[in-house]
């Protein structure tokens, strides 16, 4: 879906940063840079409905879950981690992190993306 605007050398990217919050950038010379984020966004609030997806989300889920325990076995590595949420007013541990990644289902992700696509479109 995204063909078009990459050849219109449209770039964009979706992540979550340190504090749990979802970046989604869009850059490029072009006035259809609205038709680009309407087709993420649309994306997001239909991701429960593909099988594939749902597949792809649990493979996700559990990567990443490794990804924090691995990250929290490391002594110097939790000590940093544990030095950062002293220090800083909201910082997720790799440990809260894990924790909280356990409990997400794909029904949780698509009520998500549905509210986050109400707002963003109320947000124009």
């Not at 966004?41 to 792809?56: F, Q, Y």
């Amino acid at each position: 879906d995204t063909y078009a605007a990459d050849q219109a050398l449209l770039e964009h990217t979706v992540n979550v940063g340190d504090r749990g919050e979802i970046n989604i950038k869009i850059n490029g010379l072009n006035d259809k840079l609205i038709l680009l984020l309407k087709t993420i966004l649309t994306h997001l609030s239909e991701l429960s409905s593909n099988p594939e997806l749902c597949a792809v989300f649990d493979a996700v889920r559990e990567q990443t879950k490794k990804n924090y325990y691995n990250f929290f076995i490391v002594p110097s590595k939790l000590a940093r981690n544990v030095r950062l949420s002293v220090l800083q007013d909201v910082h997720w541990t790799a440990m809260e992190k894990h924790k909280a990644i356990s409990g997400i289902t794909i029904e949780m992700v698509k009520i998500f993306a549905k509210r986050f696509t109400a707002r963003a479109s109320r947000g124009r």
